[in-house]
């Protein structure tokens, strides 16, 4: 029987200094597995050198990464609206196969980001821009277990000494990794052929890591909560291509411009303390949605932030361009532009949504959250008030992304929203 231990602890600016990294009391026994993400502030102590005993000599993986926060909303350790600063721990007693990007010509890593996969269940999550806190793009350390590297998987025959066993050994080990580098060789060469699929842009140069399913319910459903206000109701799309959004349905039934409901809406709700900039998502859905779906979750919704439009005249007025989202979209929607392929779709439907200040909900869930925060420029500044020492909270694992995170090929960039899956401890 496998188990697992997750937490997470968030401190506050002023114990940050003070924090250094360590374990949970309470360990699965013999752990085999260690994953530890931080945030930028730690990422100088994500070393080999300094995490080298967490692998208790070799016998247990270590794989530490720098995200951008904590998931959730701590007051206390940077507000609702803010990043949470700390680190997050996930230890099982069970073996978690981890793929690693090759490394540069410089000796260091490929990888932007991290996926963790559960059952049918997928979260890709960007790294951290460590840059000014380490020398480099992204920072991950990855130590194997040594009981794990050379396989020594035969017995010598009567005249083959020890040492040519091990060395039998390295030559298997070898030869798995030759043939490793060939799958991802042809997995390339088919992608660019057009026999294989391309790989989607959150897929490249990204960690995967396979989580026992051990802990997870048989049927896994993924809990989402985006602080969104809805400004429109949802209208059928009338004429729009690729990622461009043309015509709505109106009130009455005719089409307008996508935009005009939009900019009524918008006028209406801008508060007038607002001293920044609106950020506006539109929620497409292929067939008119009904008030109890979830806003991200229900079956072929998606969430797209809207990057510019409105006004305008003549063969332009009234069009919004929404975010593609992936360079691989980009690339499908010129070469089938005829068709009408893209994220809009004439048929479907779409309603337009504020994103309001606030967290990713209750922070009282528990089990693997992923999440957005606002990027550093559209922070709001709420370190008034008391600081706390670290708090720690078990049952809890993950990050967020100013990027936001993908659930499968769906990208959920919401700031402040979260998804999230239960864990059996």
């Keep these: 029987m496998t188990t697992i231990k997750i937490t997470a602890s968030f401190t506050s600016p002023s114990a940050w200094k003070r924090t250094r990294l360590a374990l949970p009391v309470t360990l699965p026994s013999p752990p085999k597995s260690i994953i530890l993400l931080t945030t930028p502030h730690f990422a100088g102590e994500l070393a080999k050198e300094g995490l080298g005993f967490f692998s208790g000599g070799g016998a247990c993986h270590v794989f530490a990464a720098a995200i951008d926060s904590l998931p959730g909303a701590q007051p206390s350790t940077g507000g609702a609206t803010g990043r949470t600063r700390g680190y997050s721990w996930l230890i099982t007693s069970q073996s978690i196969p981890i793929t690693i990007p090759p490394t540069t010509a410089a000796g260091t890593t490929s990888a932007k980001s991290l996926s963790f996969s559960l059952r049918s269940k997928k979260f890709t999550l960007p790294l951290a821009n460590t840059l000014f806190h380490t020398g480099f793009r992204t ?111 109106s009130e009455t039934g005719t089409p307008q411009g996508a935009s005009r409901e939009l900019e009524k809406a918008v006028l209406n709700y801008i508060p007038p303390s607002l001293s920044g900039g609106l950020s506006i998502f539109a929620r497409l859905t292929p067939h008119s949605p009904t008030a109890h779906e979830n806003l991200f979750t229900a079956p072929g919704a998606r969430i797209h932030r809207v990057l510019s439009g409105g006004g305008g005249w003549g063969s332009k007025a009234g069009l919004l361009s929404l975010d593609p989202q992936s360079e691989t979209r980009v690339q499908g929607f010129a070469e089938n532009f005829e068709s009408g392929e893209g994220v809009v779709k004439v048929g479907g439907y779409v309603q337009f949504f504020v994103a309001e200040q606030g967290s990713g909900g209750d922070d009282s869930r528990r089990g693997l959250i992923f999440g957005c925060v606002p990027k550093a420029e559209e922070l709001v500044d709420e370190r008034g008030g008391r600081e706390e020492e670290e708090v720690g909270i078990d049952g809890l694992f993950g990050g967020a992304s100013e990027e936001g995170v993908w659930v499968g090929d769906r990208k959920m960039d919401v700031p402040g929203g979260v998804v999230s899956v239960p864990v059996i401890e």
Excluded at 164 to 186: P, R, S, T
Excluded at 188 to 193: A, D, W
């Design 139 to 249: 920072t991950i350390v990855h130590i194997p277990a040594k009981e794990n590297e050379i396989p020594v998987t035969i017995e010598a025959a009567e005249g083959v000494s020890p040492k040519e066993v091990e060395e039998f050994a390295h030559a298997q080990q070898d030869i798995k990794e030759a043939w490793e580098e060939l799958g991802e060789l042809m997995k390339l060469v088919g992608q660019r052929s057009g026999i294989a699929p391309p790989a989607k842009d959150h897929e490249k140069d990204c960690v995967d890591i396979i989580l026992p399913s051990a802990h997870l319910p048989a049927d896994i459903g993924v809990d989402a909560h985006l602080p969104l206000k809805q400004l429109t109701f949802p209208r059928r799309i009338e004429a729009g291509m690729g990622n461009i959004l043309k015509q709505t349905s």
